[in-house]
């Protein structure tokens, strides 16, 4: 390829601003260029709500949101995962405490399955019980909060710290605790996918049924 020829294909590229999600003030996130809109969809972009909000005591959050919509010149994205930096749940760890994770997969009642990470970490070392006391805690309020809330409910007490603390308030009456944090959330399925999963699984049981007749 000529170098006339390649600089012909770099003009013909578009950048494209990346929008945040409408429950995100529709905060801009960057640019991403394209020479086609079909190849700016499922792109990533990573940011922390530090740079969403203006406020630098935010960034140990990380948030991840996938390019999902394209106008002329603009890419509209959706909520992917939330996550805490590593060195900032390192700091969390104390020698001769406790450090007690959960792992929950949970369906909003718009049927999104997302899946929540809580942790929570205690003033001094808890027992076998205590522990896990203190983990079913945070499993059940988390199982509550996403029986009770839509997705974007979810994830709004996820990122501003209102599902933490109110596990906080709760699981520290089983133990002191020094803090509980949501780790990492993930949307794992849309609605569509949930429901598709669960028909595909509806005739697998009807075939189990005919073939025990």
Known sequence: MSERSVSRAKQEKRWYTVLAPEQFD???????PADEPEK????????TLGDLNNNASENNTKLTFKITDVGSDTAYTEFQKHSLTRDYLR???RR???????YVTVLTTDDYRVQVQPVAFTTKKADASQEKAIREQMVQMVEEAAAERTFE??????????????IYGEAKT????????IQKATLEA?????????ATAVD????????SD
């Open 26 to 32: 529709r905060t801009e996130l960057g640019e991403t």
């Open 40 to 47: 700016v969809y499922d792109r990533t972009i990573e940011t």
């Open 91 to 93: 700091s969390l760890v």
């Open 96 to 102: 001769g405490a406790s450090k007690i994770e959960a």
């Open 153 to 166: 409910e979810l994830i709004d007490g996820v990122v501003e710290g209102r599902l933490s603390s109110a």
């Open 174 to 181: 089983i133990y002191p605790l020094r803090r509980v944090e």
């Open 190 to 198: 849309h609605p569509e996918e949930v429901a598709e999963e669960e």
């Open 204 to 211: 697998v049981d009807d075939e189990d049924v005919a073939t």
